[in-house]
Nanobody
């Protein structure tokens, strides 16, 4: 499966963005989908996961501000980001896994190319 992430950009603190991850090659409904991010000079970290049935998981740092969703008919996963903070500045990656419900990055078989989100103070 090929993943294409989009929707990043420059936004002021307190603003919102919606990231999209469009898949081609295979239906996303069979995968656990996740968003990860990598801030400048830091390790890549998990942000949110969504099960094929719709169950979700969020890291504490984004809980209550970010929402992950999926539209299996459009073969697309979204990350709605509200009340953005400068600390959210990072390259955001979508990823797909058939391994299991995990934030372990090596469990994700497929990765998008990343989209840059910059939050100014």
């Amino acid at each position: 499966v090929q993943l294409q992430a989009s929707g990043g950009g420059l936004v002021q603190a307190g603003g919102s963005l919606r990231l999209s991850c469009a898949a081609s090659g295979r239906t996303l409904s069979m995968y656990i989908m996740a968003w990860f991010r990598q801030a400048p000079g830091k390790e890549r970290e998990s942000v949110a996961l969504i099960w094929s049935g719709g169950s979700t998981y969020y890291e504490d740092s984004v809980k209550g501000r970010f929402t992950i969703s999926r539209d299996n008919a459009k073969n697309t996963v979204y990350l709605e980001m509200n009340n953005l903070k400068p600390g959210d500045t990072a390259v955001y990656y979508c990823a797909a896994s058939t391994v299991g419900w995990t934030t372990i990055q090596s469990s994700y078989n497929y990765w998008g190319q990343g989209t840059l989100v910059t939050v100014s103070s």
